[in-house]
């Protein structure tokens, strides 16, 4: 069928931007699972609206890396075996984390083009 092979090309690319793409830490659409996990489909959204809002919008390194921490907090107590994450807080934790980290590479990048 057009839309699985559509479907597999999709799971590539998402295979290709490193993540990990486990079943169960991913949202599916019917019987098709997303091409990302829901940390990283977060992390790409908002790394994108980093990106078109940087020009309005500027984020100081300081408060980037605290909307980054509940990224890494909840990453590293689940990889840690301390508590199981849900999709829904992956989600929310990546569109945080994917800003922040966003923002700080924008802002070294400004500070590396005006040196």
């Known amino acids: ?6 479907w597999i090309a999709f799971m590539k690319v998402g295979a290709k931007m490193g993540c990990h793409q486990r079943a169960d830490r991913s ?3 019917g019987k098709y ?3 990302l996990c829901a940390r990283c489909t977060g992390i790409v959204i908002s790394s994108l609206v980093a990106l078109l809002l940087n020009r309005k919008i500027r984020m100081n390194n300081k408060v980037s890396v605290m909307v980054t921490l509940p990224m890494i907090i909840d990453g590293g107590t689940q990889y840690l075996n301390i508590q199981e994450s849900t999709n829904r807080r992956r989600l929310i934790t990546g569109l945080l984390g ?3 980290i966003t923002t700080i590479r924008l802002n070294f990048l400004r500070w590396l083009l005006k040196a």
Request: glycine fraction near 14%; charged fraction near 25%.
């Open 1 to 6: 069928m057009k839309k699985d092979k559509i």
């Open 27 to 29: 949202f599916f659409i």
């Open 33 to 35: 699972q997303f091409p």
């Open 98 to 100: 994917g800003f922040g």
